[in-house]
């Protein structure tokens, strides 16, 4: 059933940050082609997010293989919802499953970092630098449970799209 | 006949001339020549070769130049940087001595310049600054909620386009669009949250367009899109396709409103001009009809538009009308089908089924005016007329069998099904428990919370409620455990299929057992043979209906088949 659902709202009235969301979703990354394609992509995504998003004190993390997005979103509700908005109408991926938008105490990322999650040696050797030089640390994915779900989806799609 | 003195600012020589102009009016106050120069009307005199003879204070003003006299009007124009957009006709009217109406674009007004030639010889200019009136004019084609154009909007670009298409032979395509399930995220969410949903939904829209392309939000959750024209240079029906596959693909993605997740899907009907029509009202009213027919097949989706189609609308709207005299005309009538205990072989009830008569067509198919019925509301009047002749009727039988009466999801919306319930059984005297109300999983998909609710209602009047077409549906399982069923009426789908199929078996057997550790009686449908009717047996369901047992039969039939002793099974069947 496709109903609108409320989210819970888990508010803590006593949290310094009671604003803060967190967004979670992974979408099929539709690029395709030559690699030289996705890779002018990702690389115009890392530099986008940066500029965009730090500007409205949007931070989060990227993950990427030849199959997903998976995305972790944090930030003040508004500016969360308005990133996000410009990301379900970029037509670069599709089939957008969303798969939180909660009310959290603190972030899990304080900065923004992307990096290639997957198995392929090819794509490993393509961006397998992106990760150290953007600060992603998958132990703070692996953390916290719906990341590290994202994390094993991330690995699923990829394998799919194989 | 000398003129009064005119104000500074004007020079002798223009008085002078204005002399001549004003020479037959009586020496009185206010002078003519005052009122020409002071007017608030920005006014240019011209002699009969186009130069400007007087410019009076507020033309002056109005194309910021002091010192107009002497200068072509062309030159003046250029000097002013006055355009005329249209095409130069002024030039060409001071020529032929015509009088003309022509729009000017003036830095950033819109002026809208007069030229009549005058009896005397020469020419007088008016000016009137039309920037206001016309963005009035634009406003009132503007929807205000999401900016976008509305229907009248809509009809006066689509007609620009038109004519200009006509030209070129271009083709056009009008896409109409619905989204699907908005009303609930309003009724739910309120309609602030419903609002801003909108404006996200717009503003998908437009980054789904082109720039050249026209989106309108005709209302309600009601767009359109006009896609193409000359300079787009679209192969149709390509683009339209694409662009519509783009619209169910954007709009149907996940929005997240106000701390909400929301999900809404688009329906989208398409037109193409000129091969779906050349006007406007032909294409939006073709348009509208694709869009029908996407939001029968399923909505989430698209179609085109298909001159057949507006043949099946003109069929559906014949039978519609001859659907809405029905009741009135009294051309409905019950059908009531027996239902067999197993274990006794005895009629223990019947079903009321719906049937109707028309005079000319003959007996309408439910399949075909049941839905219609639904869709126009008319399921609410039926059913409780069905509901009413039902229950007069078992209450007149010889035994007290129980009666089953069908539920469409819509009586469950007005919020006046118990009461309707309630009043019908005081009036004929039936015994609440020997009414069965059936429902289908329909009925529980929307607003599954307040159909509880009803059904509770139902319960407390002492009538039983059945589950009917079970396994057909979505999560059949979920609603069991949410309500607490007297009857699981299994589909005739797996009975039909129990004859060399496994599966049905098996999945008859598991209906059967799972009813009987609800506590639910399990009734199997759609019974044609004696196979079936054992292998029903062997897996344990309670009550039976079918052909095999007993087809549809007039009241009186079924009256008297309770006046004997028990009417046993058919001899073979027993």
């Known amino acids: ?162 | 006949m000398e003129g009064p003195p005119t104000r500074g600012g004007l020079n002798g020589t223009l008085s002078g001339r204005m002399s001549a102009l004003a020479a037959p009016s009586p020496p009185a106050t206010p002078s003519f020549a005052a009122a020409l120069a002071e007017m608030a009307v920005p006014l240019l005199l011209l002699d009969a070769a186009g130069t400007i003879t007087f410019a009076n204070a507020c033309a002056a003003a109005l194309l910021a130049c002091p010192a107009p006299a002497g200068l072509p009007l062309p030159a003046l124009l250029a000097a002013c940087g006055a355009a005329e957009p249209e095409g130069g006709i002024l030039p060409e009217a001071l020529r032929a001595a015509w009088p003309v109406r022509s729009r000017l674009t003036l830095g950033d007004r819109l002026v809208e310049a007069a030229l009549a030639p005058l009896s005397s010889g020469g020419f007088a200019l008016t000016f009137e600054d039309v920037t206001e009136l016309l963005r009035g004019a634009a406003l009132a084609r503007q929807e205000p909620l999401t900016g976008l154009c509305n229907r009248v909007g809509l009809h006066d670009r689509l007609d620009a386009a038109l004519a200009e298409a006509a030209h070129s032979d271009a083709p056009l395509a009008v896409l109409m669009l619905d989204l699907d399930r908005f009303k609930a995220v309003n009724d739910t969410l309120g309609h602030p949250v419903g609002d801003a949903l909108l404006r996200k939904v717009a503003e998908r829209l437009r980054k789904a367009t082109r720039s050249g392309d026209v989106v309108a939000r005709l209302g309600g959750d009601e767009f359109a899109i006009i896609q193409g024209g000359p300079s787009s240079g679209a192969e149709q029906p390509q683009a339209a396709e694409a662009l519509a596959r783009r619209l169910v693909d954007l709009v149907g993605r996940t929005y997240v409103v106000d701390g909400h997740m929301l999900n809404v899907g688009v329906s989208v009907g398409v037109a193409l001009s000129p091969a779906d029509g050349r006007n406007a009202d032909d294409l939006l009213k073709h348009a509208d009809l694709a869009l029908y027919r996407a939001k029968a097949e399923g909505r989430g989706t698209y179609r085109f538009f298909e001159p057949a189609m507006n043949a099946q609308m003109q069929a559906r709207r014949s039978l519609e009308i001859d659907l809405r005299r029905a009741l009135a005309l009294k051309q409905f009538d019950l059908a009531f089908q027996p239902q067999i205990q197993l274990e006794t072989g005895q009629v223990v009830g019947f079903e009321a089924l719906l049937r109707w008569n028309h005079p000319e067509r003959g007996p309408v198919s439910p399949a075909l005016f049941i839905p219609l019925a639904e869709e126009i509301g008319l399921i609410v009047g039926i059913g409780e007329w069905a509901l009413r002749t039902a229950c007069r009727e078992a209450a007149g039988w010889t035994q007290p069998a129980s009666i089953a009466v069908n539920l469409s999801p819509v009586q469950f919306r007005g919020g006046r099904l118990v009461e309707t319930v309630m009043h019908v059984l005081a009036q004929t005297g039936l015994d609440p428990a020997r009414l069965e109300l059936e429902i289908t999983e329909g009925a529980l998909l929307e607003n599954t919370d307040s159909v509880l609710d009803v059904l509770n209602g139902l319960r407390a009047l002492g009538v039983k409620i059945s589950m009917d077409d079970f396994g057909t549906g979505y999560s059949s399982l979920s609603y069991l455990q949410k309500f607490p069923f007297d009857k699981i009426k299994i589909d005739q789908s797996f009975v039909r299929g129990m004859e060399g199929n496994a599966e049905c078996g098996a999945i008859v057997r598991a209906i059967a057992r799972l009813g009987a550790s609800l506590g639910m009686r399990t009734t199997a449908e759609g019974v044609e043979t004696a196979t079936q009717l054992d292998a029903i047996r062997a897996e344990g369901c309670t009550e039976v209906q079918g052909y095999l047992t007993g087809r549809p039969m007039p009241a009186a039939q079924a009256a008297a088949l309770l006046i004997p002793s028990p009417a046993a099974l058919p001899a073979d069947a027993a």
């Open chain 1, 1 to 162: 059933m496709s109903q609108p659902v409320p989210t819970q709202d888990s508010g803590n009235q006593a949290s310094p940050n009671k604003d803060l969301r967190r967004l979670v979703y992974y979408s099929r990354n539709r690029v395709t082609g030559a690699p030289a394609a996705m890779d002018e992509t990702i690389r115009g995504i890392l530099a986008a997010s940066r500029t965009n998003n730090a500007r409205v004190g949007v931070t989060g993390a990227l993950m990427f293989n030849a199959g997903c997005f998976a995305q972790v979103l944090e930030g003040p509700g508004a500016e969360v919802e308005t990133t996000f908005e410009r990301i379900q109408q970029d037509e670069r991926h599709g089939e957008v499953s969303l798969l939180a938008f909660e009310a959290v105490e603190s972030r899990l990322f304080t900065d923004w970092s992307m990096a290639y999650v997957g198995a392929s040696p090819t794509d490993a050797a393509r961006y397998g630098d992106m990760a150290g030089e953007s600060g992603f640390d998958l132990s703070r994915m692996t953390g916290d449970r719906l990341c590290a779900v994202l994390h094993g989806l991330a690995l699923e799609e990829e394998a799919a799209a194989a």
